[in-house]
């Protein structure tokens, strides 16, 4: 097939997160399909030796520059607009006018718009024409309504504004293309709560199994990782809380137990705990494997966000041990106090991780079967077949749905004129 995938942020080097989703389900959707691009980049310049990557990939692409910042201008105009302010702060005409040239210039069997935020970019008329399908890592409303429940007052406000506009603009686009690709059955079922009408269709995060190696030896230094992007807010939000509210308490057992902090855009706040006792704090790694394959157990504190955590994924690959907020193993297939723990408030995470700092049998459990799990489960090679299989079906029963519907006008019409 030929297929139009439109997105944000430039997925090479693919260092976690949506941009590794990005990256690998492009690879998987290139062995089978004529890809074509349409990106703009959150990050401003890409160099040249990061567009030839891409570019073993797509037939044609298109690059859009874009440095994206927030606007307190923006943000507050958006507390008394319909439209929530992530949608207006990804409006572009650019984009729009590139993607409606592409498809005038092209016979596309499928346009994937990869996150609900980019489906402002589609001309307005196209749905029922072309087979469209949004894809997200996350529903987006429930990032805010979460916020608005947990976080201080003023994101707590700010959250409260939004995520009722989000859900609405949401559910306008299930309405629209009766379609949607997201990535847990949580995220699933978040949804069809409010709209069960269209076709949810799971596509699960996966994890390159070979990339991210099994490890050979379990690490004698207590260590703890967290790997995430900081310059998203629930995962901010998740390293100071553990921080502060966690690591004293595994300090009172394990004097010398470590916290490392690894991963990009390190905000403020992030740099700051590198001042508490054994805290490290790395920003951008080029290669986060050297870090997880020194870790006793990787940590996932978060207290909101959505979607499958990837760092849960990457753990488990390489055999590392996992204890994890609730929250934060949400979208998972894994068995609690099997594959990995499941810390139920401060106290109980700490004692998970006290547990398996100092048994090395739980800690050999965890990881042979985190890896089992990643492998039978999580690898992009599977879920590769899954996605193609998926995107087959789904434009043949559009073509056939089209073919019907044109045999029933004509029919109509032909029997007025009789």
């Known amino acids: 097939m030929k ?40 990050r401003g310049k890409i160099s040249q030796d990061r567009i030839d990557e891409m570019g073993k990939y797509f037939s044609g692409m298109e690059i859009i520059e874009w440095d994206y910042d927030h606007s307190i201008t923006g943000l507050i105009k958006s507390l008394f607009a319909d439209v929530p ?7 572009s005409d650019k984009m729009k006018e590139t993607v409606s040239k592409s498809i005038r210039e092209n016979n596309y069997d499928l346009i994937l718009c990869d996150h609900i935020y980019l489906a ?10 072309i087979p469209v399908i949004p894809n997200n890592e996350d529903c987006g409303y429930t990032f ?17 504004s939004q995520w009722k506009k989000l859900l609405k603009y949401e559910i306008d686009i299930l309405k629209k293309y009766k379609v949607y690709i997201t990535t847990s059955e949580k995220e699933k079922e978040l949804l069809s709560a409010y709209y069960d009408k269209a076709e949810i269709k799971v596509i699960e995060n996966g994890v390159d199994t070979d990339y991210f190696y099994k490890r050979e030896r379990t690490p004698e230094d207590p260590a703890l990782i967290f790997t995430a992007w900081f310059g998203y807010y629930p995962n901010e939000e998740a390293a100071v809380y553990f921080a502060k509210k966690i690591l004293p308490l595994v300090r009172q057992e394990i004097k010398d137990v470590k916290f490392i902090i ?13 001042s508490e006792e054994g805290v490290i704090v790395t920003g951008y790694v080029d290669d986060i494997r050297i870090y997880l394959n020194n870790a006793a157990a990787a940590v996932i504190p978060l207290k909101v966000g959505g979607g499958t955590r990837l760092k849960i994924l990457e753990a488990f690959s390489m055999g590392v041990p996992v204890i994890s907020t609730e929250i934060g193993a ?22 998970k991780i006290i547990k398996v ?15 089992a799990v990643a492998e039978s489960k999580y690898d992009w090679n599977i879920i590769g077949k ?20 044109a045999d029933t006008n004509n029919k109509l019409q032909y029997e007025e004129i009789s």
């Not at 302010?85 to 409006?91: E, M, S, T």
């Not at 402002?120 to 024409?129: F, H, M, N, S, V």
């Not at 979460?146 to 406000?157: A, P, W």
């Not at 949400?330 to 109980?348: F, Q, R, S, V, W």
């Open 3 to 42: 297929i139009l995938f439109i997105s944000y942020d430039f997925p090479f080097p693919p260092t976690g997160g949506s941009i590794s989703r990005d990256y690998n389900l492009i690879k998987q959707m290139s062995k089978e399909n004529e890809l074509h691009w349409i990106n703009r980049t959150v």
């Open 85 to 91: 302010y992530i949608i207006r702060r990804f409006a």
């Open 120 to 129: 402002q970019y589609l001309p307005d008329d196209i749905a029922g024409k």
């Open 144 to 160: 805010y309504k979460r916020m608005s429940e947990q976080s201080g007052f003023i994101r707590r406000s700010y959250a409260k």
């Open 262 to 274: 690894a991963g990009k855009e390190p905000s403020r706040r992030i740099l700051e705990l590198a």
């Open 330 to 351: 949400e979208g998972i297939n894994a068995e609690n106090n099997k594959d990995l723990l499941i810390g139920t408030d401060d106290k109980d995470f700490a004692d």
């Open 357 to 371: 700092l100092k048994n090395k049998k739980l800690a050999e459990m965890l990881s042979e079967n985190g890896r």
């Open 386 to 405: 899954e996605l193609n299989q998926y995107l087959n079906e789904f434009v043949n029963n559009f073509n056939k749905e089209n073919v019907r519907s």
